[in-house]
């Protein structure tokens, strides 16, 4: 079962990239990203309710909560989105691969049970490598405000590795509908008093069905089932497996941009998924292929 959905949030986020693509055309970043959210709070709010989920009711819960909301969400996506007037997307695939290069050293401080082994270093650079031979055409800063944008998504790839890692620290008690709904409601005040002041009156926008399409399965499939899904397998599997995700999506996403928009496929994408790939079985896999030997060598 954790396989399966940690696939299947591989190819949740790894299709969100092409929906972002098309919206970007019609509505600017930061507004869009707010729509997104603030679409997925009025959607998960009655679903709460009628499940009889319990929200969070502590002190201390709401202060994680607040905090991991920002990280989260405030400014990993904002970080995101304002970088990518600056930068190419393929450098920014490769700077927010860095989330497992972080989740890796956050996991080692703030996980005792999670420990750093060589086969997990090894994993994440040379999956942080394998996005980086994918985009290498891309790999470019040509200006100060480009440099401030690589800067901006690094610190956004560590916001959301440390928000995934207290999660998983700290929220077990919690419901990932709940996580997801209170985060999003602690996060998006920040990007809509920042969409308002940099990006205006969002009514007066051009919501075609395009956007608002875009707009609907970004907000049901790439927020609410993907966050619900992850802090569902975050709760299952050691941190630094789970934000591996944020190795594949890109090369999905690659994929997924040839296939449904006809985008050119770098030649150099297949030699980048192996690599990929090789890392996702060092990290994923390579430990479960283990564990039956050891028990075995034990008798």
Known sequence: MNVLVWIILCLIWGSTWIFIKIGLVELPPITFAAARFGLAIVILAPLIKLLGFRMPSTRSEWKLIALTGFLQ????????????????????????????????LLAWIFLPSEKMTKAKIIGVAVGVIGVAVIFIDQ????????????????????????????????????????????????????IVIYALAA????????????????????????TIA????????????????????????????????????????PPQTFFGGLLIIASIGLIVIRRKALKPQMDADKR
């Open 73 to 104: 969400f405030s400014l990993n996506y904002s970080a995101v989105f304002w970088s990518e007037q600056y930068i190419t997307s393929g450098l920014a695939a490769v700077l927010q691969a860095t989330i497992t290069v972080f989740g890796l």
């Open 139 to 190: 790999l470019r800063v040509e200006s100060r405000m480009a440099f401030l944008g690589c800067l901006a998504i690094v610190a956004g790839a560590y916001a959301a590795a440390q928000a995934s890692i207290l999660i998983k620290a700290k929220a077990s008690a919690l419901h990932p509908a709940t996580l997801v709904f209170s985060q999003m409601i602690c996060g998006l005040p920040a």
């Open 199 to 222: 990006e205006g009156n969002p009514l007066k926008l051009n919501w075609s069905w395009t956007a608002i399409g875009c707009v609907v399965y970004l907000t049901v499939a790439g």
């Open 226 to 265: 993907a966050f619900w899904l992850y802090y569902w397998l975050l709760s299952r599997i050691e941190s630094t497996k789970a934000m591996m995700i944020s190795l594949v999506t890109p090369l999905l996403a690659v994929v997924i941009g040839a296939v449904f928009l006809g985008e050119m496929l």
